[in-house]
């Protein structure tokens, strides 16, 4: 069973990563649909995962939740600190938003609604000025959730991304508290 519900929105739930989420997250992130779209290319066993835990999903400068729908898992959503460190990002108030959900709730808008409240609270709660995130530009569905939410596509990585046997851009986008603001 998932923690205490952090965040409700229409569809899903936020909840705390609690240990006893790892198999999922290990069970997901080993499926292909998933760690080929996020460029993630190394199988995670159960130390790698426990590690993942420990070292990732449990730091104090990030904000890692659980996607749940009907206190099942179908997802997760984070805010990480940025490429460029805890103090440049603590002077620059931003964060990276980093999402997935399982292959087999696709497409039903829990992507969407977790993402959106993850958003909400980076700026509303945390004070936050700017989100970024990156994805490949074979990823369609990811590029129309990030810009149903308002961000903007920023700049072009070209080929810097190795997917399925082919290079592929990285699209990077961004989105400022006053241009969410003015989506509301």
Excluded: K
Aim: hydrophobic residues 35%.
């Amino acid at each position: 069973m998932p923690g205490p519900v952090f965040l409700e929105g229409d569809t899903v739930t936020l909840r705390p990563v609690e240990e006893e989420d790892i198999e999922f997250i290990q069970g997901v992130m080993n499926d292909p649909t998933v760690w080929r779209p996020a460029l993630d290319i190394n199988p995670m066993n159960d130390n790698l995962a426990a590690e993942f835990f420990e070292d990732v999903l449990t730091t104090e400068g990030d904000v890692h939740c659980l996607v749940c729908h009907d206190d099942d898992p179908v997802g997760h959503v984070s805010l990480s600190e940025s490429q460029y460190g805890p103090t440049e990002t603590s002077r620059a108030r931003s964060a990276e938003l980093g999402y997935w959900i399982a292959p087999e709730h696709h497409g039903q808008g829990y992507g969407s609604d977790a993402a959106a409240l993850i958003v909400e609270y980076a700026f509303t709660d945390r004070n936050l000025r700017r989100l970024s995130a990156h994805v490949g530009d074979f990823n369609d569905a990811s590029i129309a959730l990030l810009e149903s939410l308002g961000f903007e596509h920023e700049g072009t990585q070209r080929e810097a991304a190795w997917y399925q046997g082919e290079y592929y851009d990285t699209l990077w986008y961004g989105l400022l508290r006053s241009e969410w603001q003015n989506t509301e």
